[in-house]
Every structure is written in C-alpha cells, then in structure tokens.
C-alpha cells in the first residue's frame, strides 16, 4: 500500500540520548516535512525538504536535525534528547509545486517520551 | 500566540445534530485547508479553499473561506459518530509555502 511509514511506531528515551526518527514514502514526492504536536497547540513545522538535497527550517527547528539524501528517506535526529521534546512526531510529504498549494499526506506518527 | 485560532477547542453533540467550527486569524491566507484526525493516526485532509468567500460541500459537510481570506467555518450537518474525530485547519501565508496549524477541534459525536 503506498504511503509514508514511520519507524518507531512508540518510544522511551532518556534524556540526553541521541535518537533518529525514521520516515519512507514510495509515492515519489518531493516536499516532505516533518512536524510535532502537543496538546493544545496542534502541529508545529520542526524541518522541510522541498526537494532531495535540499532542507529548510521550520516553526521549532532548535534541538533537531534533518537530511535528504533521495527522494524517499527523510530522517529527524534528536542529537540530545530533552524532556521537552516529549511529543508525538508526524512526517508527512506532498507533490509540491511552487505557486500551488500542496495536500500533504501524514504518516501514522511516532510517539516519544523523553524521560 | 497562535497564528490561527479555531473554536470550540471540544464539541460534544448528539447524532443527528448540527455544528459549525470556526478557524480565525488576524493575518490573510493564500489557501486554507480542512484536515480530520483520528486517535492514533495521522491528519488527512478534507478539503482546500482558495478564494474568498468560496464554499465548498463535501456530502454533509460545507466549508467556507471568509470574504478577507482570514477565517473559515465547517458546518456539519446531521451529524454522525463516524464523524467524530479532531479536526484541523491550515493556512497556507503565501503561495507555495508551508502550512501553518490550528490547536484543532476535537469534535465527538455521540449515538
């Protein structure tokens, strides 16, 4: 089924660990973006790529890291996990075309504690 | 402060009944769109408007971009538990950027 898939699905980590989320889509496209969201606050852009190669910060940026080395990979890195980045972590993708506005297709999420 | 506001933040209501939630800003939107989420998924999204005071239907629900490209209203009509879930707009600043999100309504419909 295509789609966007995110590894891992749940996750503890303590505090001050390094962690990488992962995030695939086999629809080919090529803006891809990875938010967060927090109760009461809805999503909140942490890093986009509109194309491979190419990455941009979003609302949250600080504490994160992104790459886009193809098309249909784009990791998030946590290089020291803080008890503030608690959250439940959506990648998404969409067929971008500047000047048009973009449908994004979400993962299912990773849920992560930082402990 | 949240760019984009949306009321109420919970609704709860029985089948059959009608609803309208809101998503209001201060700043102008080149598009808007309608996203439904599910507990445990992600977002998928329901509709986009894009001109002013443009409505757009989708079977009982009804969506409308303000005159000023500030606001938006979904109206459910007839409501039905299947419809429950937490919905989010998303306005899009300038053409081709990226979206900015609501806090969301989170919307239950009981049988």
């Known amino acids: 089924i295509a789609g966007i898939t995110q590894a891992p699905t749940s996750q503890i980590l303590a505090a001050g660990r390094r962690m990488t989320l992962r995030c695939t889509q086999d629809m080919r496209h090529n803006a891809m973006y990875w938010y967060r969201q927090d109760l009461g606050l809805g999503l909140r852009l942490i890093h986009y790529?509109?194309?491979?190669?190419?990455?941009g910060k979003g609302e949250v940026p600080d504490g994160y890291s992104v790459s886009r080395a193809n098309t249909d990979d784009f990791p998030l890195t946590l290089a020291s996990a803080v008890p503030s980045q608690t959250s439940v972590y959506f990648c998404?993708?969409?067929?971008?075309?500047?000047?048009?506005?973009?449908?994004?297709?979400f993962g299912p999420g990773t849920r992560l504690t930082v402990l | 402060t949240q760019l984009l506001e949306q009321s109420p933040q919970f609704l709860s209501i029985q089948e059959g009944e009608n609803l309208t939630v809101y998503c209001n800003s201060s700043s102008v939107f080149s598009s808007l769109q309608w996203y439904r989420q599910e507990p445990g998924e992600g977002p998928v999204l329901l509709v986009t408007?894009?001109?002013?005071?443009e409505v757009k239907k989708l079977k009982r629900l009804t969506f409308q971009f303000g005159d000023a490209r500030k606001d938006s209203s979904l109206h459910i009509t007839a409501a039905q538990p299947g419809d429950t879930g937490l919905y989010l707009c998303?306005?899009?600043?300038?053409?081709?950027?990226?979206?900015?999100f609501g806090p969301g309504t989170r919307l239950s419909v009981l049988p």
């Open positions: 998303a306005g899009e600043r300038y053409y081709g950027q990226n979206f900015v």
């Open positions: 998404a993708s969409s067929d971008f075309t500047s000047g048009r506005y973009n449908e994004q297709f």
């Open positions: 408007v894009v001109t002013g005071g």
């Open positions: 790529s509109n194309t491979a190669g190419t990455t």
